[in-house]
């Protein structure tokens, strides 16, 4: 099944709050370098700047990435493709895979539980024992 396949009559919403998944090539660990996976969240953060999305959490794995968001303007797939196009050209060659998997949370689904779900992927990965000792995530609930 292609990528364009399987987001056929897939809708985005602004102001719906999703949780992507999306992994590198081959699930190449290339995050392990602190330097390419601070490209993805200055990438996250360039498309909150551009009032494209409001990142509520992320969590940068050496393989992966999972980031829970508000879309605020144009679709999801507008968002995906500027986050893997802009990293793509900086680090070079093709990172990612070309498909994503999207969630999109209902209003009864607890949004602090899914964050807690998603910054705590490295400590279930056996990568640290706590979660603040991982560099590359962030949530708004810690303001």
Known sequence: ?????????RHSISGQVYHITTVTRNRSPI???LLAGRVVVKELKALE????????CFV???DHLHWLL???AGTLGDAMRRLK???SHTL????????????????????PATAR???SNPVRAGLVARVGEYSLWDAVWLA
């Open 117 to 119: 779900y998603i910054v």
């Open 49 to 56: 700047d551009d009032g494209r999305a409001e990142t509520l």
């Open 70 to 72: 508000s879309l605020k």
């Open 60 to 62: 940068v794995m050496p």
């Open 1 to 9: 099944m292609s990528y364009n396949t399987l987001r056929t009559g």
């Open 85 to 87: 196009g802009r990293t």
């Open 31 to 33: 995050f392990n370098n």
């Open 92 to 111: 070079g060659g093709q990172p990612w895979q070309p498909n994503y998997h999207d969630h999109a949370l209902r209003r009864e689904e607890d949004l």
